[in-house]
């Protein structure tokens, strides 16, 4: 092998080498973080209070604190941005004691409507924070409804079953 192969073959084991490493880090997530959390300034709305970061593009994670900890129902927020009116079903699962979906991502100017199932008794929807606030409710059919019209994270809860998990959360983007 001459001097020149041997240089040829070094330099090629050393560029082959670098481009693994730079592969495997951009893999491993080094680099510019364009997740989209961040804080949530918007005249007063914000996060509410909760430590929320989930404003963003709908799909992506959110973090919810504690908040959905003793939650059986939720696995992500749900994206129905683009939608003008979402209803979300109130007294749902084996127990009657959960919101489904659990989390929503909507547009500011969305109108939520909860509509009760007539399972699990009387529940109401109350936000966290005290932004709205439905009646004790127990028939199906019955409608409670809220435009959210400031950008933000708006989490509630079911006062009477609050302590069984059920809690939800509306992120408006």
Known sequence: MTTTDRS?????QASGATLAVSLAAGCLGGGDDSSGNGDSDNGGNGDNGNGDTGNGDAGEEYDFGDWFDNTGNYDGVEDHTGEDEVTVMVGTGSSGYEYSPAAIAVDSGTTVVWEWTGDGGGHDVVADGGSFESEL???????FEHTFD??????????PHVSMGMKGAVVVE
């Open 150 to 159: 400031d950008t933000g994270t708006y989490e509630y809860y079911c006062n």
């Open 8 to 12: 040829r073959r070094t330099f090629l």
């Open 137 to 143: 409710q127990t028939s199906e059919g019955d409608t």
